[in-house]
Nanobody, 122 residues
């Protein structure tokens, strides 16, 4: 019914920048929250940034001042602009969304994307 597709990952040197995109598709009425999670090698998945439909944002302390999350609600898309990247930012970045489907407004659905790999070299 719903699919999230991330893109924009790649290899970058420390200090560089990347912009990740997450596009949601399917029978979507609205999206309450879109968020980005990071899973480093051997680590658990942790929240990096989130953004509500009203553009209220929240960031992990480790990325404040370096990463910016934004949304284009007309395109059901979220972005993560990552600047001043560090080697510890290496890992898979997953998009997560809380989605209200058409015809099911009271049962929001949590959905994950497949992830996009970011590698930051020192």
């Amino acid at each position: 019914q719903v699919q999230l597709v991330e893109s924009g990952g790649g290899l970058v040197q420390a200090g560089g920048s990347l912009r990740l995109s997450c596009v949601a598709s399917g029978s979507i009425s609205s999206i309450d929250v879109m968020a980005w999670y990071h899973q480093g090698p051997g680590n658990q998945r942790v929240l990096v940034a989130s953004c509500t439909g009203a553009d209220a944002t929240n960031y992990a302390d480790s990325v404040k001042g370096r990463f910016t999350i934004s949304r284009d609600n007309t395109k059901n898309t979220a972005y993560l602009q990552m600047n001043s990247l560090k080697p510890e930012d290496t890992g898979v970045y997953y998009c997560n969304a809380l989605i209200r489907l058409i015809g099911r407004p009271l049962s929001p659905l949590g959905q994950w994307g497949q992830g996009t790999l970011v590698t930051v070299s020192s």
